[in-house]
């Protein structure tokens, strides 16, 4: 799963999706900084293109706030995924990620959606995680060839500062990154036993919470269709395509402040997809 004029921070991996969720026009902009224009997407989009299998990813905000996200520490609860379930839901897992798909049309669906969640995550941002994450969802020879290019990309200082990172991919002092892709569905397009081709619908969220952000986190939707193949016992990707949508048409809601956007993202974990 998952940069022109600099990763669109759009959502999805290499993106060209042009759709925002409408914000009220307000003057309690969440992060107190406008908002970022669609130029920050170009780079994730001609990145995509010629250098094959990038995960890039999306931008998104949550609406609405509450009115208790002032408390203390010790009343935060932690993130944690939530169990599977479904037909034979996953009990293994690499490099945190969960692996040994039912070799079946649901194991095909339930990794391309965990494998999306992975390549969308801000991990990738990270040169020991990022190669942790390709090695365990690509097939081993895609994976021998393309992370020299993952690390090209995602290590570009002119990227990163794009998208309001240092040079190591860490967020500025008291600013949280967050690059997180929720799924809503997928479907099996084709199936031979030993390949599977399977679409995923995500909305994608993408920027930075805190603070004097100039980046705030913004959301698009994508659909990345995944070429899986049946290697050593589990699915792995060996390549994928991605379009814009489907997009809903956004709610009027008010904007998260700043302070309420990086509690729900430290507080709220992911989800372990399985069906």
Known sequence: M?????????????????TRTRLPDTGADPYGTPRRTRSSRSLVT???????????????NRGGGDSEASGSGSDKASSAPTAPSGEGPVVSKAAGIPTGYAHDEQGAQSAATNYGIALGSADMYNTEKRHAIV????????????????????????????IGLDKDGAAPSGQTFVSRVIPVGTKVTSFSGSTATVALWYTSLFGLSGDGSKNPVTESWYTTTYQLKWVDGDWKVTDFTQEDGPVPVGRDQRASTAEDMTKAVEEYGGFTYAR
Do not use: M, W
């Open 2 to 18: 998952s940069l022109g004029d600099e990763h669109e921070a759009s959502g999805g991996y290499g993106g060209t999706g042009q």
């Open 46 to 60: 001609v990145v995509g293109v010629v250098v094959l299998l990038i995960a890039a990813i999306a931008f998104a």
């Open 135 to 162: 090695n365990t969802v690509y097939a081993p020879d895609v994976a021998a060839a393309q992370l020299p290019a993952f690390d090209q990309v995602y290590s570009r200082a002119s990227f990163l500062e794009k």
